[in-house]
């Protein structure tokens, strides 16, 4: 099946700094969003997208599905972004099925 | 809008006991639904997964199943849990003819 890896695994920021995390993925795909899982374990949906770039506040995600992977920026960061980030992806031949990533776990100090 | 509730939050149950998650969906019909465990400090992992009433498909042999009796009712259920079953569970839909996933709560499930 379709093999989703997040990089890096973990990351720590200080408050303010800006960072990318990676998502790559071995095969073609229909669609591919961002959630982050808050301390609570809610997953939020940040972004749903399966090619281009996207904006929201001080985040925004990029992919370029030619070449099987995504990007998401965190600018100014802030505490309130910690938790996991995760790629999760619809396979072009898996029917229906999101697959995760393993997350990339992100502490921003203050 | 569409909504989606999963209970309960927490749950602990010796092993051995029968286990029985529940979510619903409102605000949509025919959804896609699928349940998902998290270990701890680890990824996602699909068990189930449901395009239509009584239709479940499963991506990995355990001690779980899942039903759909309803059109946007999603249980999962075991009979007899095990220590390995600890995790946290969560419930997602999408729509049939959508992509993008949402999900519920999530359900904290320890087996003592």
């Known amino acids: 099946g379709i093999q989703v890896e997040q990089s890096p695994p973990d990351l720590i920021l200080q408050e303010g700094a800006n960072s990318t995390l990676r998502c790559n993925f071995s095969?073609?795909?229909?669609?591919l969003q961002w959630f982050h899982q808050n301390p609570w374990g809610q997953l939020i949906n940040l972004f749903y997208?399966?090619?281009g770039t996207k904006q929201n506040g001080r985040l925004s995600a990029t992919t370029v599905a030619t070449e099987r992977y995504s990007l998401l920026y965190i600018s100014s960061s802030q505490t309130t972004d910690s938790g996991v980030y995760f790629c999760?992806?619809?396979?072009?031949?898996?029917?229906?099925?999101?697959?995760f990533g393993a997350g990339t776990r992100l502490f921003v100090k203050a | 809008s569409q909504t989606i509730h999963q209970w309960p939050a927490t749950l602990v149950q010796p092993v051995g006991s029968p286990l029985s998650l529940e979510c619903t969906v409102e605000?949509?019909?025919?959804?896609?639904l699928y349940w998902y465990r998290q270990a701890a400090g680890r990824g996602l992992q699909l068990l189930f997964y449901?395009?239509?009433?009584?239709?479940i498909s499963s991506e990995v042999p355990q001690n779980l199943s899942a039903s759909r009796p309803q059109d946007r009712q999603f249980i999962l259920s075991s009979k007899k849990l095990l220590l390995s079953d600890s995790g946290f569970y969560l419930c997602?839909?999408?729509?049939?003819?959508?992509?993008?996933?949402?999900f519920g709560q999530g359900t904290r499930l320890t087996v003592v």
């Open positions: 997602a839909w999408s729509r049939g003819d959508g992509p993008e996933a949402f």
């Open positions: 095969d073609s795909v229909n669609n």
């Open positions: 997208i399966p090619s």
């Open positions: 999760a992806v619809e396979p072009s031949t898996g029917g229906f099925k999101t697959i």
């Open positions: 605000g949509t019909s025919n959804p896609n």
């Open positions: 449901s395009v239509g009433i009584g239709q």
